[in-house]
């Protein structure tokens, strides 16, 4: 197989697409528990707000990502992990501490867990207490996606070196979304994780029919159709077992984004698309605590979600989530650079 050091557009996109549809399925709940925490909102003020046609809609559209969308942030790791895949255990163990492992501490400890506490989520009375579960792996939130992003990096190389067939790589992986729950959970929910091997698998495999297909558009175009309507008809009647309608999910949105690269090539492939793709990891580090702060003014706030007070809701849980991750990620890094320029000096 070619490896390929060049920035590949259709996965910026993906990037982009996959930022977008994990903030829309964290964007309608209102009550979540979890062991050490949760929240339980109502807003009873905001019920003819929550029965229009629109917010009905939206939360439509959040029910049918939310089925999909993580399966899709391993399938779209193993396709980029296929452009330069990582051979020496060794140096993927701390190329992925660094990328993955890292952030997850420092956001965890300094970002989710403070936040989370603002919003009501967490008690601050036992925060020693969730301190410690976040640091063993029993109260990660939405963080949990990046150690068990690690263990699928970790244990595919280990299988490659075993043996490189696909068939083998796919069974095996297939083996492990079956039994998983089987598995020692070993540190940070391992057997939980080897859930998702399958779909950051099916994704490497992906890369190696790429560039076929972006040389065949009817062929591109065809396949879309298709996962419209199986996504559509799923979404209705509900036949697919999970692992298909959520392979379906996912295959739908690199078609998509394989029809906006054939159609678009040079705009899909412009300075700017880049550099959002590059505020990905950002938004997803970010977003969920955030919501978390949100719920907590609107809660105490309850007379803004009248009238235009819901539009400002829905724009605070969608696209003001993503533009206050943006900033404050922004907002971090030109801090870094200051502390390393004043270390210099």
Known sequence: MPKQNARIALYDIIRIFAAILVVLGHSTYLTITTDHGGINYTFETAKT???????????????????????????????????????????????????????FFLCGLFFMIPLKTMGGFFDKDKLPEIVIAFLTGHESGHLWFLPALFWCFTVFVLLRRICQKPIFLILTSLLFYLF???????????????QYLIF??????????????????????????????????DTRYHFLPPLFF???????????????????????????????????????????????????????????????????????????????SIAIGLFIKKGKKYVRRSAHH
Request: one cysteine or more; glycine letters at 4%; proline letters at 5%.
């Open 200 to 233: 950051f698998v099916f994704g490497f495999y992906f890369d190696r029919l790429r560039p076929a297909l972006m040389k065949k558009p009817k062929t591109a175009v065809c396949l879309l159709i298709a996962l419209t309507v199986l996504n559509a008809a």
């Open 180 to 194: 998983h729950s089987d598995l020692p959970q070993v540190f940070f929910e391992f057997a939980f994780s080897m």
């Open 49 to 103: 707000v929550f029965s229009s046609s629109f917010f009905k809609t939206w939360l439509y559209c959040s029910a049918w990502v939310y089925r999909f969308h993580i399966p899709l942030f391993f399938m779209l790791a193993g396709s980029v992990f296929a452009l330069r895949p990582e051979t020496k255990i060794t140096s993927l163990l701390i190329k992925k501490i660094r990328r993955l492992l890292v952030p």
């Open 246 to 324: 959520m392979t379906a999910g996912a295959l739908l949105v690199y078609f998509l984004a394989l029809i906006c690269c054939i159609l678009f090539p040079r705009k899909t492939a412009a300075f700017f698309i880049q550099k959002a793709a590059d505020q990905t990891m950002t938004v997803y580090l970010l977003h969920d605590p955030l919501m978390i702060v949100i719920l907590a003014f609107f809660a105490a706030h309850q007379p803004l979600l009248q009238t235009a007070g819901g539009g400002l809701y829905f724009f605070c849980r969608t696209i003001g989530v993503v533009a206050l």
